[in-house]
């Protein structure tokens, strides 16, 4: 057990030294910007947290983590240090896994660091996506070592597996794969069963929050089966089955921000080949190893062909029939289980051909394995120039332009929204070389930020439940109907800022709005203030819908009452606003005054309560609320339950943690000499 403890640190130092290749250029003064990673000096905690952000109510613990990481050592250094965390957690994982000697752990856990799944994820930008991966090779292999050993529970793999699916949800499924897998082959017995079931079930409690989600009917990301299409693997160059089996496939395919690594013929068929080889040489003398990996790597290929491969019509009635598989919509992510496979099968063989360079061995193996080792180092060559010194120094850090750090010193903080244009979720600018980004500006301004969440691809442009975007979308479609600031006051909004790096010419109609002050005009952003109000005691309303609120306002005949679909009362238009406090992300205080309708900013839920009083959706998207005179208090009544769901999935993902380690620490008092009962197996992840 020590020997092997002490081959998996030298692999975990092998794939820390691969990681600061990688990410050594990132760690200089700026911004690490990629398709779905972007940081900023304001970064803040998601709303999802509390329940609010419907794209980003899953791996809550994971986003804590990554808060107190960024609090502790800035949003800058943070977007690279998680990156560089995936490269040692892998190594050692992979290693671990593999077993056998340096020759075989090594190259094993050097190759899932350095492959073209990780440089295709990383350009993409899905950090947690890769870090959920990464754990997922010392799930596999304590669940090994747990079925060496026979027994009925183990609480390392529960452990591993809780904190992968606490990381990403897709490894909910991936991870199950996994153990399924070796719970079964090559040949199941009852505790393997019985341990693997446990194992799931309770690496599941991590999830107890989600629970609270499904009852209180909290919004979240509409996916249907037009994503299937948009999200399918894409099959490249050479054809879809040669694609997934060199481990590519991304659905941008050769989109600005996610070319294809750079994976010429022979480096492909070197990578297949040592792979299989390998594998099966572990099949002969390692099946318990063995015979899992190559049915974890063959439904990782055959899923990841997706909808287009052999598996298609099965991969649509899963996505139909089984519950929260829409996760795996993007279907290339089970590649992630064949580059695990091809990692420990490429490290058997290297092992082999080490093995056969030895003097003893017959002249024509040796000539083998002297031609065998120059094609297996040019393919780890090829694809480590890919990633290593940031994507092959296709990626820098980027410096945000001086105008908007003068735009954020001019909105200065507060509760009052920023409206980001242009509209759209991703899009290039001119300080990331023009590659296109997720949005970055509530990542860089203090203020909350109101910007598109619409994906925009093809038939689905959209993913989103929200009513607020659909109304901007809407507006913002129509040029803003001559009153933009007075249609977008119910939202929160106090400043508009346009980013002009492209589309400046389509968002001229902001100038010609009657409602918004321009504060600054520079060649990179404009920055405009809404002078009109729109939250708080409005107290009128009118009855009406979109098109009937792009008149008045157009004509100039809206106030600030509030415009509801079948409910309209009071004197309009109406001059009044005000009196209502924020206090806190999921309450705020309405102070006493005029009787009539109240309207906050905040996206419509029937969750937001305010006693006995109605709540009912604007046309803008947002919750009004008739009431009295009195004070009262508006609440998100599920955040109280969320809070518990949350702290039920922390106990549990502490407690098996903890539980995993007194596991490991009994194991390593009864000092084994055997170890895992194989020549440098491992000691148990």
Not at 360 to 378: D, E, H, M, T
Not at 429 to 452: D, E, K, M, N
Not at 505 to 510: F, G, I, K, Q, V
């Amino acid at each position: 057990m020590a020997r092997a403890g002490g081959l998996t640190a030298e692999s975990v130092l092998l794939g820390l030294v691969a990681g600061v290749l990688v990410v050594a250029p990132w760690t200089r003064s700026g911004h690490l910007l990629l398709l779905d990673w972007v940081s900023g000096p304001h970064q803040a905690l998601t709303p999802g947290l509390y329940g609010l952000d419907p794209a980003a109510l899953d791996a809550l613990p994971y986003r804590l983590a990554t808060h107190g990481i960024r609090t502790l050592f800035g949003a800058g250094a943070t977007s690279w240090l998680m990156v560089l965390a995936y490269f040692p957690i892998v190594a050692g994982g992979v290693s671990a896994l593999a077993g056998g000697s340096r020759w075989r752990r090594h190259p094993a856990a050097l190759f899932a660091c350095l492959n073209p799944f990780v440089v295709e994820r990383i350009q993409a930008g899905h950090v947690p996506f890769l870090l959920a991966v990464a754990l997922l090779g010392p799930m596999a292999a304590s669940a090994l070592h747990a079925r060496r050993r026979g027994r009925w529970f183990a609480a390392r793999p529960a452990g591993w597996y809780a904190l992968a699916i606490s990381v990403g949800a897709h490894a909910a499924w991936l991870g199950a794969a996994v153990l399924v897998a070796i719970a079964l082959l090559p040949r199941p017995r009852w505790p393997d069963v019985v341990r693997t079931a446990v194992v799931i079930v309770s690496a599941g409690c991590v999830y107890a929050y989600a629970a609270v989600v499904v009852a209180n009917a909290i919004l979240t990301v509409r996916v249907g089966d037009l994503d299937l299409e948009v999200y399918a693997t894409y099959p490249g160059s050479a054809g879809l089955a040669a694609t997934v089996a060199t481990l590519r496939g991304f659905w941008r395919g050769a989109a600005d921000s996610s070319p294809e690594a750079a994976l010429g013929l022979a480096p492909g068929v070197v990578l297949v080949v040592a792979a299989v080889v390998g594998l099966a040489r572990l099949c002969r003398s390692e099946p318990v190893t063995g015979v899992p990996m190559v049915a974890v790597t063959v439904t990782g290929l055959l899923l990841g062909a997706g909808i287009d491969g052999p598996l298609g019509t099965v991969y649509r009635i899963a996505f139909d029939a089984l519950p929260l598989f829409e996760a795996m919509r993007e279907q290339q992510k089970w590649v992630a289980l064949a580059m695990i496979g091809y990692a420990v099968g490429i490290g058997a063989t290297v092992e082999a051909v080490m093995t056969r360079l030895r003097p003893s061995r017959s002249l024509l193996r040796q000539a083998v394995a002297v031609a065998s080792a120059p094609a297996l180092i040019g393919m780890y060559a090829t694809v480590g120039a890919s990633l290593v010194w940031g994507l092959g120094g296709s990626v820098r850090v980027s410096h945000y332009p001086p105008a908007w750090y003068a735009a954020d010193r001019l909105m200065g903080a507060g509760d009052e929204s920023v409206l980001f244009l242009p509209w759209h979720q991703y899009q290039p600018f001119t300080f990331t070389a023009a590659r296109t980004v997720a949005t970055p500006a509530g990542a860089f301004f203090r203020r909350p930020v109101l910007s598109s969440d619409a994906a925009e691809l093809g038939p689905v442009r959209s993913n989103s439940a929200s009513r607020r975007m659909a109304y901007l979308d809407e507006l913002i479609a129509r040029g803003g109907g001559g009153g933009f600031g007075r249609l977008i006051a119910p939202l929160g909004v106090r400043y508009v800022v346009l980013a002009r790096d492209r589309e400046s010419d389509t968002y001229a109609w902001l100038g010609r709005q009657r409602d918004l002050a321009p504060v600054l005009r520079t060649a990179e952003l404009d920055l405009y203030r809404v002078t009109v109000d729109g939250t708080g005691r409005v107290v009128s309303a009118r009855d009406g819908d979109l098109a009937d609120a792009l008149g008045w306002a157009g004509g100039g005949h809206l106030g600030t009452e509030a415009v509801l679909s079948g409910a309209g009362d009071g004197v309009v238009p109406s001059a009044a606003s005000g009196g209502a406090r924020r206090d806190g992300s999921t309450r705020w205080q309405v102070a006493a005054g005029a009787p009539g309708w109240v309207v906050l900013p905040e996206e419509w839920s029937a969750n937001w309560t305010a006693g006995d009083q109605v709540t009912r959706p604007t046309v803008a998207g947002t919750v009004a609320v008739r009431a009295g005179s009195g004070a009262f208090t508006v609440r998100y009544t599920p955040w109280k339950w969320l809070r518990l769901g949350l702290a039920v999935s922390l106990f549990s993902l502490t407690a098996l943690l903890v539980a995993g380690v007194l596991e490991h620490r009994r194991e390593w008092l009864r000092r084994r000499p055997a170890g895992s009962g194989r020549p440098g197996g491992d000691g148990g992840s």
